[in-house]
């Protein structure tokens, strides 16, 4: 049984960072691309980065580009998504998912999902 678990959430103030963890159990990163996403309250859920296992490449929303960077630890099985310089507007709910074929900014292409772990950046 394939299990994504999301951690590293928080309340933080604007300008803070954050370093987000997706572990997962039962299936292995390297194998597959893995994307977070975030959906805010009110608003349609929103693809921020994805990375490669097989090539390392890596892949962000506009929105994020140059403040948030994914990085994964095979030995650990788990892919980061560091967050610096975080805004009010980064406030979501973030959710790690796995997908055995490509990135996509379409969540309804991932195969697996986390539950999500609460991001909230106050001003």
């Known amino acids: 049984e394939v299990q994504i678990v999301e951690s590293g959430g928080a309340s933080v103030q604007a300008g803070g960072s954050l370093r987000l963890s997706c572990a997962a159990s039962?299936?292995?990163?390297?194998?597959?691309?893995i994307g977070w996403f975030r959906q805010a309250p009110g608003k349609e859920r929103e693809g921020v980065s994805c990375i490669a296992g097989t090539t390392g490449s890596t892949y962000y929303a506009e929105s994020v580009k140059s403040r948030f960077t994914i990085s994964g630890d095979h030995a650990k099985n788990t892919v980061y998504l560091q967050m610096n310089n975080l805004k009010p507007e980064d406030t979501a709910v973030y959710y790690c998912?796995?997908?055995?074929?490509?990135?996509?900014?379409?969540?309804?292409?991932?195969?697996?999902w986390g539950q999500g772990t609460q991001v909230t950046v106050s001003s």
């Open positions: 039962g299936l292995t990163f390297e194998d597959y691309y």
């Open positions: 998912a796995a997908d055995a074929t490509l990135c996509s900014w379409y969540g309804e292409w991932y195969d697996y």
